[in-house]
């Protein structure tokens, strides 16, 4: 799939905000870069003009003309404006380019990715292993034919946990702990080796399984579930032999085997209602702050080897 950030869109709905004067709601379309909401300025916008749309993680270049993002670090992030979704960066664009045109490399940006924290910085035995697929959820305005796909069947919704993306391994004999690109050594004083001992995987993990789950607690993306320790909280499981994603009951036997704390479970169902999907993010950790989100998965594997799966970001988050 298309790793662009920065598309040519189309002005397609445009809608009044309660209460304000200077702006206003729009929808945009993008081709490949998917159908987003974000919030202009009143007459500088208006239905089936062009524009130029920046996707969530942008990371603009330092320049006058986008000096107003500077208090924002320069990085497109998802949020609200006076209670209206402000889910990209919609810009004015007059020049002859087709809708769906990715201009990342024309427009110099780059891809925001959150720091790691100094407990987890590990040696790199080797890059991440090519035989199991990296952790990396879509965001469902991205690529809604996957919120139509799923529109009608079993589904489940974890809550998406604030923290950093490991991976367990067990293959061909070789056991390993994995950051989000690199095979790690084995060190204990690593946030992702002390989950991985705590919960003894390089005893029980089964063979040719991969064990993917978000690294959380103090230290780390600011800690907003209010952990007192590093856990880890699991959200899928890999079968490296068979070249798939276990479906959910599997992937729950698992855990539970294993005594791996999951993900919350939020929410399971026969029919996926996809007209539900804009709201599913808005809700709060048990610690009473703003959840970052959540990831919505069909209950099999609807996509050959791995689940329908998306990510539903909540605009209430701050971070």
Same mark, same amino acid.
């Given at each position: 799939m298309s790793e662009g950030l920065v598309y040519i869109g189309k002005i397609v709905q445009v809608d009044p905000i309660p209460d304000a004067d200077l702006i206003v709601s729009a929808t945009v379309v993008c081709g490949q870069g998917g159908k987003w909401r974000g919030v202009v300025r009143k007459g500088e916008l208006d239905l089936g003009m062009k524009c130029v749309v920046y996707l969530p993680d942008s990371l603009l270049p330092e320049s006058d003309e986008m000096r107003f993002?500077?208090? &924002?670090?320069?990085?497109?992030?998802?949020? &609200? *404006?006076?209670?209206?979704?402000?889910?990209?960066?919609?810009m004015p664009y007059e020049c002859p380019e087709e809708i769906g045109r990715d201009m990342t490399s024309w427009y110099g940006v780059t891809k925001y990715f959150k720091p790691v924290p100094a407990n987890l910085v590990g040696i790199a035995k080797s890059d991440f292993p090519q035989f199991i697929p990296k952790t990396d959820e879509l965001n469902y305005q991205r690529y809604f034919d996957l919120v139509e796909a799923l529109h009608g069947?079993? /589904?489940?919704?974890? $809550?998406?946990?604030?923290?950093?993306?490991?991976?367990?391994?067990?293959?061909?004999?070789?056991?390993?702990?994995?950051?989000?690109?690199?095979?790690?050594?084995?060190?204990?004083?690593?946030?992702?080796?002390?989950?991985?001992?705590? /919960?003894?995987?390089?005893? #029980?993990?089964?063979?040719?399984?991969?064990?993917?789950?978000?690294?959380? =607690?103090?230290?780390?993306?600011?800690?907003?579930?209010?952990?007192?320790?590093?856990?880890? *909280?699991? !959200? @899928?499981?890999?079968?490296?032999?068979? #070249? &798939?994603?276990?479906?959910?009951? $599997? !992937?729950?036997?698992?855990? $539970?085997?294993?005594? !791996?704390?999951?993900?919350? !479970?939020?929410? @399971?169902?026969? $029919? *996926?209602?996809?007209? #539900?999907?804009?709201?599913?993010?808005?809700?709060?950790? &048990?610690? =009473?702050?703003?959840?970052?989100?959540?990831?919505?998965?069909?209950?099999?594997?609807?996509? =050959? @080897?791995?689940?329908? @799966? *998306?990510?539903?970001?909540?605009?209430?988050?701050?971070?």
């Amino acid at each position: 799939m298309s790793e662009g950030l920065v598309y040519i869109g189309k002005i397609v709905q445009v809608d009044p905000i309660p209460d304000a004067d200077l702006i206003v709601s729009a929808t945009v379309v993008c081709g490949q870069g998917g159908k987003w909401r974000g919030v202009v300025r009143k007459g500088e916008l208006d239905l089936g003009m062009k524009c130029v749309v920046y996707l969530p993680d942008s990371l603009l270049p330092e320049s006058d003309e986008m000096r107003f993002m500077q208090s &924002r670090g320069w990085r497109v992030r998802m949020c &609200r *404006f006076r209670g209206a979704p402000s889910e990209v960066l919609i810009m004015p664009y007059e020049c002859p380019e087709e809708i769906g045109r990715d201009m990342t490399s024309w427009y110099g940006v780059t891809k925001y990715f959150k720091p790691v924290p100094a407990n987890l910085v590990g040696i790199a035995k080797s890059d991440f292993p090519q035989f199991i697929p990296k952790t990396d959820e879509l965001n469902y305005q991205r690529y809604f034919d996957l919120v139509e796909a799923l529109h009608g069947k079993r /589904y489940y919704i974890t $809550e998406k946990a604030d923290g950093s993306s490991t991976t367990a391994y067990r293959y061909k004999g070789e056991f390993g702990v994995c950051s989000r690109n690199f095979d790690l050594v084995q060190d204990s004083n690593n946030g992702y080796w002390k989950v991985a001992e705590k /919960y003894l995987l390089d005893v #029980k993990l089964p063979d040719n399984i991969a064990l993917q789950w978000e690294t959380c =607690g103090p230290k780390i993306q600011s800690n907003p579930m209010g952990l007192n320790e590093v856990d880890g *909280f699991a !959200f @899928s499981a890999y079968n490296i032999e068979e #070249k &798939r994603y276990l479906v959910m009951d $599997e !992937f729950m036997t698992l855990c $539970e085997d294993l005594q !791996f704390p999951t993900v919350t !479970f939020l929410e @399971s169902g026969l $029919e *996926f209602d996809k007209e #539900k999907v804009h709201t599913l993010g808005e809700g709060r950790y &048990r610690n =009473g702050k703003e959840r970052e989100g959540v990831v919505v998965r069909s209950q099999g594997n609807q996509l =050959g @080897s791995k689940p329908i @799966s *998306f990510k539903v970001i909540n605009l209430n988050y701050e971070k």
